[in-house]
């Protein structure tokens, strides 16, 4: 009997451990669990924080670029103004200088109040007004910088593609190009070319660059005097050819940077 008796509390006992360890795995599972769900939520919020950082850094440098453009077309406006409002001085001395015959003088006279005036208008590349002034606004910056470019434009008609997102990806690529043409001797020469190829707007920039490295770098080393504006341009680009689906290439082989675009029509 009391062999019985030791055996049953054996059995009890035994069953009571197995119980406890049920309860120490269960609980060893569900606070393993916890920390998972913890540490996935703790990564979800820093990814969401650290992706609207850099949305805010985007869309600061986008209006920074925007403002820079603005300011330019404004001054451009604001000297034309001055012109016409002095329109009929202008007249004036022009008439006394041919009465006098220094026709020379005339001619230099027209081309300074002129000048202003070539600047706005400049050339219709593309059929959009905005993106028309912004090639011709960097035309003039590379030409005072004694830049020469050669620009190849065939715009589609009627695309999806916003003309906002356009300037995005032009103004950033052709002020990269601006600044390291701008760095170079000899050869300081931009090639543009814009067209449709089947189903895609293909979009080319090609210049001059004193890196010799034959792998692009997506932040390579600035020469920009305002060192907060580097860093931003190319992830603009980026996100603007992944918002439609398109494709980026960067090369740069025998000292010249070339960059690639195709995105879906």
């Not at 609207?52 to 000297?79: P, R, W």
């Not at 065939?154 to 690529?173: G, K, M, R, V």
């Not at 341009?233 to 918002?243: A, T």
């Amino acid at each position: 009997m009391r062999l019985i008796l030791i055996v049953i509390g054996f059995l009890f006992e035994y069953r009571r451990i197995e119980i406890i360890n049920s309860i120490k795995q269960s609980f060893t599972w569900f606070l393993l669990l916890l920390t998972l769900i913890t540490t996935a939520l703790i990564f979800y919020f820093y990814t969401k924080d650290s992706n609207i950082k850099k949305k805010v850094n985007m869309l600061e440098m986008q209006n920074q670029l925007l403002e820079i453009n603005y300011k330019k077309i404004n001054s451009i406006y604001t000297e034309n103004a001055k012109l016409f409002h002095d329109f009929n001085n202008h007249l004036n001395i022009l008439y006394q200088l041919v009465q006098n015959e220094k026709f020379n003088e005339a001619k230099s006279y027209i081309e300074n109040i002129s000048s202003p005036v070539k600047q706005l208008s400049g050339i219709s590349w593309t059929g959009l007004d905005i993106l028309d002034i912004i090639i011709n606004s960097k035309l003039e910056q590379a030409k005072a910088m004694g830049i020469k470019f050669d620009i190849n434009v065939e715009f589609p008609a009627n695309t999806q593609i916003l003309s906002h997102d356009i300037c995005t990806i032009l103004s950033n690529l052709l002020d990269n190009a601006i600044e390291a043409t701008s760095q170079c001797e000899s050869e300081k020469t931009i090639i543009l070319t814009i067209r449709k190829i089947h189903y895609f707007l293909f979009i080319k920039l090609t210049n001059p660059s004193t890196n010799a490295t034959s792998n692009f770098a997506l932040y390579p080393p600035t020469t920009k005097s305002n060192k907060n504006l580097h860093g931003f341009g190319l992830p603009n680009v980026y996100s603007v050819i992944e918002k439609y689906n398109g494709s980026l290439k960067c090369t740069n082989e025998n000292s010249n940077f070339k960059v690639t675009i195709l995105i879906p029509l």
